[in-house]
């Protein structure tokens, strides 16, 4: 049986807004949860805080999390905040092919197709 992932997208405006949205859903996701953050292009400390407790939630309800289109900068502060090890980060190979169903690592190497 093919698992499939909630997908949320994230507004820079609501950060936390949108995460405490997406604790709600933890309870009915199927094991993987995947965080669209590609329009967020700063981070604040409510928002870090609310990530920390989003991360713990998911812990403890064995669920993925999977944050997708990271920005750079964005990565550092969780870097340094020791929060990056908590989640998984994938780009959108979308963005560059056009097929914005299909992630792809952003450690991987680029599928052949």
Do not use: H, N
């Amino acid at each position: 049986m093919e698992m499939i992932a909630e997908w949320i997208k994230i507004d820079e405006e609501c950060v936390v807004e949108a995460l405490e949205d997406a604790m709600k859903k933890l309870d009915s996701a199927a094991g993987e949860v995947v965080l669209d953050f590609s329009s967020v292009c700063r981070i604040d400390a409510s928002a870090i805080r609310s990530l920390e407790e989003f991360a713990a939630v998911a812990d403890q309800k064995a669920v993925r999390v999977v944050l997708c289109g990271v920005k750079v900068d964005v990565y550092k502060v969780l870097k340094l905040v020791k929060l990056a090890s908590r989640f998984s980060f994938v780009t959108p190979r979308g963005q560059l092919s056009g097929d914005k169903d299909e992630l792809e690592s952003c450690y991987a190497k680029p599928s052949s197709k």
